[in-house]
């Protein structure tokens, strides 16, 4: 088991920042990828951005690429997202999600095998 605990999210005004943290404890050792995804009203829960944990290169959905970056502290076992120039469509429900199998892609919310309860972010304009 992997538990996932998010926080940072929060009300800004369009053009602010925010930077969400994901904290994993528990079997972290599987840890392949950890992403970052969002679900707004009535909508599907889609991919921001995710980062291979070992190597720690990251991925991004082309409507946040160039305003969002995805690191990772591996002692920390933490993943972060800085949010920045945020616009009023990014409001949703942001949720970590933890992946532990290889595979070519790390966008897909069904290779997730653990997620957290979310962190709301609003955006305001």
């Known amino acids: 088991q992997v538990q996932l605990v998010e926080s940072g999210g929060g009300l800004v005004q369009a053009g602010g920042s925010l930077r969400l943290s994901c904290a994993a404890s528990?079997?972290?050792?599987?840890?392949?990828?950890m992403g970052w995804f969002r679900q707004a009203p009535g909508k599907e829960r889609e991919f921001v951005a995710a980062i291979r944990w070992s190597v720690g290169n990251p991925f991004y959905a082309d409507s946040v690429k160039g305003r969002f970056t995805i690191s990772r502290d591996i002692a920390k076992n933490t993943v972060y997202l800085q949010m920045n120039s945020l616009k009023p469509e990014d409001t949703a429900l942001y949720y970590c999600?933890?992946?532990?199998?290889?595979?070519?892609?790390?966008?897909?919310?069904?290779?997730?095998?653990?997620w957290g309860q979310g962190t709301q972010v609003t955006v305001s304009s």
């Open positions: 999600g933890h992946k532990a199998t290889y595979s070519s892609s790390t966008s897909l919310t069904r290779e997730y095998n653990y």
């Open positions: 528990g079997r972290t050792f599987t840890t392949y990828a």
